[in-house]
């Protein structure tokens, strides 16, 4: 047994030895087999193990599972995104295996294929039967919110039965668990029926479904939590008026901080005066740091002028949480407007905290700009500031691109050690000459140990051979 036969069969024999007793091969065959399995990858060695053409192999298939073969043609036509023939090959197999494990998750993935093929009244069969017939599938869940967006797709082409449909489903449910069994709705329950439906409604008829969207949203029990965050999206892809008085309501009075979150964040897209006003106030009286965070992030998404203020305001407040300051600090560097970067400049005298400090120097060398540049070395340079926010400036001068020369002529006048080193560094990572020039003077005539083998070792690293040659002589002088 050799090449792709002694891969399929170690992988076999190695994985599962009761079945495959008589494909189990050498540990040294196995291992070498088990590496080349993790460089072909799990799809490859499905179509290996198809095309093996030994008899013990299509035994073994037909053993583990009739359904085998047609599962995996079906999967390798639904990759190749042949759907007429990954539909067939799925219905194939629930109609000559009904009673299989995989009948109903083949059902699904039939009406997904026949969907993706816009042939939507057999999907929609199919779905039907799926959840008639096979309630424990795997995939019913998925099958669900397949057959709210077929139904959606049939009622734009004036399906009446597909719209009833719709609109019976996207109902809020009478009870607070809205999901089959009765359960509340997990956190990450994408599959929600009902958030199908509404989203379809959404698409099919705005204004039946923002009422019915309005209706899912006053609710306040922690069980309809996830169905609301669901429901908050889905009303942001509204546009208008009445989104945004909505987006107003949960942002302020939802009792679920993730909700009132996913609200906030949408409101960065409607960017209205009455949005600015909301999510200063958020920001402003909000006790909880995520939602602040999302007040900022929005506020930082809104160009226009009142909203940048109310940032560059909060920043600037002593009595704002520093955590929350410095993420006003970072979006103000986002922006890349002029008047941000006069203003974090001016900031930076005036605040204690090296965090804060540190966040204003990221955030000027993010924006670029002759005038930041200057000011970023200017700090380098300046003996009263600490080392650590000296050390950061000359950092982010040399990876924004500051004058070299500038840079180079910095050394023989620095006074401090770490900053020597970190001048060295510096030069390390810039790709001009000139820059491994100094590295190559320094290793050379460095008078400090330390400094000379920071040099020599940034040397190592490059792939210049005149760094190599000076290394030669170093070591044979």
């Known amino acids: 047994m050799q090449g792709l036969q002694l891969l399929v069969a170690a992988t076999l024999g190695w994985q599962h030895p009761v079945v495959a007793p008589h494909l189990i091969v050498a540990p040294v065959q196995a291992q070498a087999a088990l590496g080349a399995l993790d460089a072909l ?84 069969s199919l779905l039907v039967t799926q959840q008639q017939r096979y309630q424990k599938a795997a995939t019913l869940r998925d099958g669900d919110a397949l057959l709210a967006r077929v139904q959606a797709a049939l009622a734009k082409q004036g399906d009446g039965a597909a719209a009833e449909w719709i609109r019976r489903h996207a109902q809020p449910a009478a009870d607070t668990g809205g999901t089959r069994g009765g359960n509340c709705p ?14 379809g409604l959404l698409q099919m008829d705005a204004t039946s479904a923002l009422p019915i969207l309005k209706k899912v949203l006053v609710k306040r029990d922690a069980c309809s939590a996830g169905l609301r965050r669901k429901a908050v999206f889905i009303v ?42 909301a999510l200063d106030s958020i920001l402003r009286t909000a006790t909880d740091p995520e939602l602040q965070d999302k007040a900022i992030f929005a506020l930082s998404q809104i160009h226009q002028g009142r909203a940048g203020q109310i940032l560059r305001d909060y920043a600037a407040n002593e009595r704002s949480p520093d955590e ?16 941000n970067a006069a203003f974090l400049r001016g900031l930076y005298a005036k605040l204690a905290g ?36 000296r050390k950061k400036a000359l950092f982010w001068v040399g990876q924004t691109g500051g004058n070299l020369e500038q840079l180079a002529g910095l050394y ?32 050379k005539t460095e008078q400090d140990k330390e400094l000379r083998k920071k ?8 792939h210049d051979p005149r760094a190599a040659q000076v290394l030669l002589e170093i070591i044979n002088p």
């Not at 290996?48 to 009739?66: H, I, K, S, W």
């Not at 965090?355 to 000027?364: C, D, H, R």
């Not at 040099?455 to 490059?462: C, D, K, N």
Request: net charge negative; aromatic share 8%; no cysteine.
């Open 41 to 124: 990858g799990a799809l490859d060695v499905l179509d290996a193990l198809d095309a093996l053409d030994t008899d013990e192999g299509r035994v073994l298939q037909d053993e583990q599972d009739p359904t085998d073969s047609l599962w995996r043609a079906a999967q390798r036509a639904l990759n190749r995104a042949d759907y007429q023939n990954a539909a067939n090959l799925y219905g194939d197999l629930a109609r000559r295996y009904p009673a299989a494990a995989r009948a109903g998750d083949a059902l699904y993935w039939a009406a997904f294929a026949l969907y993706k093929n816009d042939n939507l009244d057999r999907a929609r």
């Open 186 to 199: 997990g956190e990450d329950d994408d599959d929600d029926l009902r958030v199908a439906a509404l989203n």
């Open 236 to 277: 942001s892809q509204k546009r208008g008026g009445e989104t945004e008085d909505i987006l107003l309501d949960v942002a302020r009075n939802d009792p679920d901080s993730e909700v009132r979150q996913q609200a906030v964040f949408w409101l960065s897209q409607v960017g209205s005066d009455r949005a600015v006003t």
């Open 324 to 339: 929350a300051r410095e993420k006003a600090i970072f979006w103000l560097g986002q922006q890349h407007s002029p008047e």
């Open 354 to 389: 090296e965090e804060l400090k540190e966040k204003v120097i990221f955030s000027l060398s993010q924006m670029g700009g002759a005038d930041n540049g200057r000011w970023l070395m200017e700090i380098a340079l300046n003996e009263r500031e600490p080392v650590e926010m």
């Open 412 to 443: 023989d006048r620095m006074q401090n050690q770490e900053m020597k080193e970190q001048l060295i560094f510096v030069y390390s990572q810039r790709h001009e000459a000139a820059a491994l020039d100094q590295l190559i003077r320094i290793a």
């Open 455 to 462: 040099a020599i070792f940034w040397l190592g690293q490059s």
